[in-house]
Nanobody, 114 residues
Framework: QVQVMESGGGLVQPGGSMRLSCAASGSIFSINAMGWYRQAPGKQRELVAT???????IYAESVKDRFTISRDNAKNTVYLQMSSLKPEDTADYYC????????WGQGTQVTVSS
């Protein structure tokens, strides 16, 4: 059994910063990729960023140079540092951990508004 749980999220003003965390727990030998997707109201879920166990990263064009993904393999945790937030970053953010297959968290809401 594997559990994935996000933390962080909430309301932030445009231009502000926020950090999301996501921890995987349970029967884990090794996690391959970890990452974040988001889904805005009325839109499809989209990739935000992903990070391999080696540390190599992929970002959506819309968040490059504003968001930074990192991970702590010893803690089975992935982070998403978001800065220069825009109203269009408002969405539910979902974390996943690839352990044979993708395990998903329940999501955390991020609202960027003044």
């Amino acid at each position: 059994q594997v559990q994935v749980m996000e933390s962080g999220g909430g309301l932030v003003q445009p231009g502000g910063s926020m950090r999301l965390s996501c921890a995987a727990s349970g029967s884990i030998f090794s996690i391959n990729a970890m990452g974040w997707y988001r889904q805005a109201p009325g839109k499809q879920r989209e990739l935000v960023a992903t990070i391999a166990r080696s540390g190599s990263t992929i970002y959506a064009e819309s968040v490059k140079d504003r968001f930074t993904i990192s991970r702590d393999n010893a803690k089975n945790t992935v982070y998403l540092q978001m800065s220069s937030l825009k109203p269009e970053d408002t969405a539910d953010y979902y974390c996943y951990a690839e352990i044979g297959r993708a395990y998903w968290g329940q999501g955390t809401q991020v609202t960027v508004s003044s």
